[in-house]
């Protein structure tokens, strides 16, 4: 049983647009949702994170939403530039001590 | 500087020889794991280290193990390496359970 289901699976922007990711969670004890970026050949490197206190989390380009009742957050990358072109993971764990649970993925590519 | 290291980053083995992944850290984190991570697909855990402590994901295969020797080192161990063990394997560390996790580069292992 899929407890993240993340969407698309791929997208393609152009340079400067923006980029949405969403994911869907089903387990409500989750409480902590990482957004990670890999690149070709790299490991996933921490985004940016938010926790269901608040419902938004911008860092620079990168803003995370966040909607409790609907169990659902997504990932808004503003001016998409090339080098943002990664496959992005969201991810959800419960506090508890579980592990992540790990979205299917997104591969975007930003064309110039 | 990489703070989760692992080697190497490319290895090959041949089919049922066992063969060793080894993970290091700088960052003194109590917990580090290991994942599979397949062509496309997301992460998949296999087992992580709270301290000494070995804990083993329900659905991981027998053929994989582990051993931390001390904080800054774990290794994995693929006892006999089937033509599905092929994947990208990747170390991760966390201060605490539920805190954010710091993935290396992986390994990535080829099976002939």
């Known amino acids: 049983q899929q407890q993240v289901k993340q969407s698309p699976q791929s997208l393609i922007v152009q340079k400067g647009g923006i980029s949405i990711i969403n994911c869907a969670y089903e387990?409500?004890?989750?409480?902590?949702f990482p957004w990670y970026q890999q690149f070709p050949g790299k490991g996933p490197a921490l985004l940016i994170a938010?926790?269901?206190?608040?419902s938004e989390k911008k860092e620079g380009r990168f803003t995370i939403s966040f909607n409790k009742s609907a169990k659902q957050f997504s990932l808004h990358i503003m001016d998409s530039q090339p080098g943002d072109s990664a496959t992005y993971f969201c991810?959800?764990?419960?506090?508890?001590?579980?592990?992540?649970?790990f979205g299917g993925g997104t591969r975007l590519m930003v064309k110039p | 500087d990489a703070m989760v290291i692992q080697n190497p980053r490319y290895q090959v083995t041949q089919f049922g020889k066992p063969v060793t992944l080894s993970c290091s850290q700088t960052?003194?984190?109590?917990?580090m794991y290991w994942y599979q991570q397949k062509s496309s697909q997301a992460p998949k855990l296999l087992f992580h280290?709270?301290?000494?402590?070995?804990?083993n994901e329900a659905d991981t295969p027998d053929n994989f193990q582990s051993r931390r020797p001390n904080t800054s080192f774990c290794f994995l161990d693929i006892r006999s390496p089937g033509l599905g063990d092929a994947a990208m394997y990747l170390c991760?560390?966390?201060?605490?359970?539920?805190?954010?996790?710091?993935f290396g580069d992986g390994t990535r292992l080829s099976i002939l």
């Open positions: 991810a959800a764990s419960k506090s508890a001590g579980n592990m992540l649970t």
């Open positions: 938010i926790r269901p206190d608040v």
């Open positions: 280290y709270y301290d000494k402590d070995f804990n």
């Open positions: 991760a560390t966390s201060r605490q359970i539920n805190q954010p996790q710091h």
């Open positions: 960052l003194n984190h109590n917990v």
């Open positions: 387990n409500t004890a989750f409480d902590y």
